[in-house]
T-cell receptor, first 112, second 114 residues
Framework: KQEVTQIPAALSVPEGENLVLNCSFTDSAIYNLQWFRQDPGKGLTSLLLIQSSQREQTSGRLNASLDKSSGRSTLYIAASQPGDSATYLCAVSPGGYNKLIFGAGTRLAVHP | ETGVTQSPTHLIKTRGQQVTLRCSSQSGHNTVSWYQQALGQGPQFIFQYYREEENGRGNFPPRFSGLQFPNYSSELNVNALELDDSALYLC?????????????FGPGTRLTVL
């Protein structure tokens, strides 16, 4: 059974720091991995999607890497800003059909 | 292009009641997936509908049921509500039911069961 774990559960940093959020999964047979952002009480916004054949994806200040063999992904946020404060969720698609398995998220607070 | 919409935004019910949540998929999408997100947890997959047929189901009891209509909008029905059903219910639409199709999420419906 696929399980997704995110570490740390919460993180509080001053503005300007570079951050690394971690995601691990137990079954390496995944189709893709996505990182989402969720603001309090809101829906999910997709940030980056990495196909299983890829190693990383970049969008602006965000960079996500994937090591499928070790069951790990990291989300790197450069030069953090207060507007980055949100919960970041990692999800894997196990393949077969279109469902996502999520971790519990990392709650990020960036203070001025 | 209209995004995924959900109604209502918030809902309060009592134990034992029944509830229906609604989701309108994004234009051009024929697949809707439903997720339950308890407070402080990640979303959990409930089920998926592809072209009006159930296309997969997570570990939820039969009192969670759904429908998809010819216009690909969808309903989630929950019978005999329990306190643990209190959660944010998210729907996501996609162009198809395969793992290659990106899911786009709606804003969610917050259900509180008293």
């Amino acid at each position: 059974k696929q399980e997704v774990t995110q570490i740390p559960a919460a993180l509080s940093v001053p503005e300007g720091e570079n951050l690394v959020l971690n995601c691990s999964f137990t079954d390496s047979a995944i189709y893709n991995l996505q990182w989402f952002r969720q603001d309090p009480g809101k829906g999910l916004t997709s940030l980056l999607l990495i196909q299983s054949s890829q190693r990383e994806q970049t969008s602006g200040r965000l960079n996500a890497s994937l090591d499928k063999s070790s069951g790990r992904s990291t989300l790197y946020i450069a030069a953090s800003q207060p507007g980055d404060s949100a919960t970041y969720l990692c999800a894997v698609s196990p393949g077969g059909y279109n469902k996502l398995i999520f971790g519990a998220g990392t709650r990020l607070a960036v203070h001025p | 292009e209209t995004g995924v919409t959900q109604s209502p935004t918030h809902l309060i019910k009592t134990r034992g009641q029944q509830v229906t949540l609604r989701c309108s998929s994004q234009s051009g999408h024929n697949t809707v997936s439903w997720y339950q997100q308890a407070l402080g947890q990640g979303p959990q997959f409930i089920f998926q509908y592809y072209r009006e047929e159930e296309n997969g189901r997570g570990n939820f009891p039969p009192r969670f049921s759904g429908l998809q209509f010819p216009n690909y909008s969808s309903e989630l029905n929950v019978n005999a509500l329990e306190l643990d059903d209190s959660a944010l219910y998210l729907c996501a639409s996609s162009r198809g039911g395969s793992e290659a199709d990106t899911q786009y999420f709606g804003p969610g419906t917050r259900l509180t069961v008293l």
